[in-house]
Structures are given as structure tokens and as C-alpha cells.
């Protein structure tokens, strides 16, 4: 079955520690995305990759980091920088007009 | 500013009803629309993908209408059904990425 991966689906951290957050597509899709959904709120992009070894920030970086050091995962790591972590993280993938969307990982920082 | 907004923010049917959800964005420079769904606690799902150059499309009981002058599109959903609840979220692509909508929540009672 293609598709996306993320692991873990809930995560818990305490504030002050680096997290990361991992993000696997069988696809064969050179697009890589990550999104942050908050309660009442459409996605905002965070970073996305259009190759492999390369990546932009999208509208929230601030906080985040990420590597594409392969075709097939885009890991995600949420550092001591970012001041409200606590969000449903999502995932995805693109080939030509359409993205896939990985089942997201819901973090909670106290 | 790339801005999306989606009308009503909720919205509770009867079972059997016909329904349209609202989605207007603020720069009509797109290269598709697209509708997706999310149920809760889940990843999106994708319903249907207009291209900029079409007017609308059909999936089932699902239509969706764009009118990219006006900054607006539709979705229709026919003969509603309970399994037809949850959140409905509209995404504009501006080629680089998507620009989400905060979302529609249907619920349809039996």
C-alpha cells in the first residue's frame, strides 16, 4: 500500500526539550510539506521541500527545523525555540496538482 | 495577502438535506482549488481538485463550483448523510503551496 507515514500519532514532550517528529512517504513524490493545525484554524505551511537536500521555510518556520536527506522522509523537529508547540502536525506529499496527506501527530508540550 | 475564508464555521443538518459550503479567497492568481475532508483527530482527505481553467467538479454526491473572478467556490453536497459529518476544508494552491481555509464542521443527524 503507498502512502504516508507518521509516527508517533501522540506525542508528549516537556517544555524546554527538542522534539522530532517523523514523516515517511512511499509515493515516490518529489514534495515533501509540513502543517501546523490548531483548534478553529485552516493549516499553516511550516517548511516544505521541493528535491531532495533542499527546503524552504513557509508563513511559521520560526522554531523549526527539518532535513531531506532522502526522497522518502522529511523528519520534522520542533525545538525549545518555538513557544506554543502544542498542535496537531501534519504531513504531506505532492505529485502534480494534488497533495496526500499523512494522519498527522498530535503533540502536547507542558 | 493570500487569504482564505470559509462560511458557515459549522453547520447541523437533518439527514437527507442538501447543503452548499462556502469558500472565498483574496488572490484570484490560482492554479487549482481544492476540497478535502477531516475527520477528527485524523489527516485530509481529498474530495475533489478543480483546475483553474474548469468551472467545477463532480464526485458522487459531491459538486464543487469555481469562480475564479469572483474569488469563490462552492461544494455541493447532495442527499446528506450522518456519515457525511465532519470538517470541510477548502485549499488554494498558489503554486508554491496551499493556502487552507479555517474550515466548515457539518454534522448530519439522523
Known amino acids: 500500500d503507498g502512502g504516508i507515514t507518521q509516527s508517533p500519532k501522540y506525542l508528549f514532550r516537556k517544555e524546554g526539550q527538542n522534539v522530532t517528529l517523523s514523516c515517511e512517504q512511499n509515493l515516490n513524490h518529489d514534495a515533501m510539506y509540513w502543517y501546523r493545525q490548531d483548534p478553529g484554524q485552516g493549516l499553516r505551511l511550516i517548511y516544505y521541500s521541493q528535491i531532495v537536500n533542499d527546503f524552504q521555510k513557509g508563513d511559521i518556520a520560526e522554531g523549526y527545523s527539518v532535513s531531506r536527506e532522502k526522497k522518502e522522509s522529511f523528519p520534522l523537529t520542533v525545538t525549545s525555540a518555538q513557544k506554543n508547540p502544542t498542535a496537531f502536525y501534519l504531513c504531506?506529499?505532492?505529485?502534480?496538482?494534488?497533495?496526500?496527506f499523512g494522519p498527522g501527530t498530535r503533540l502536547t508540550v507542558t | 495577502k493570500q487569504e482564505v475564508t470559509q462560511i458557515p464555521a459549522a453547520l447541523s443538518v437533518p439527514e437527507g438535506e442538501n447543503l452548499v459550503l462556502n469558500c472565498s479567497f483574496t488572490?484570484?492568481?490560482?492554479?487549482?482549488l481544492q476540497w478535502f475532508r477531516q475527520d477528527p483527530g485524523k489527516g485530509l482527505t481529498s474530495l475533489l481538485l478543480i483546475q483553474s481553467s474548469q468551472r467545477e467538479q463532480t464526485s458522487g454526491r459531491l459538486n464543487a463550483s469555481l469562480d475564479k473572478s469572483s474569488g469563490r467556490s462552492t461544494l455541493y453536497i447532495a442527499a446528506s448523510q450522518p456519515g457525511d459529518s465532519a470538517t470541510y476544508l477548502c485549499a488554494v494552491d498558489y503554486g508554491n503551496k496551499l493556502v487552507f481555509g479555517a474550515g466548515t464542521i457539518l454534522r448530519v443527524k439522523s
Open positions: 488572490d484570484s492568481a490560482i492554479y487549482n
Open positions: 504531506a506529499s505532492r505529485t502534480g496538482s494534488e497533495q496526500y
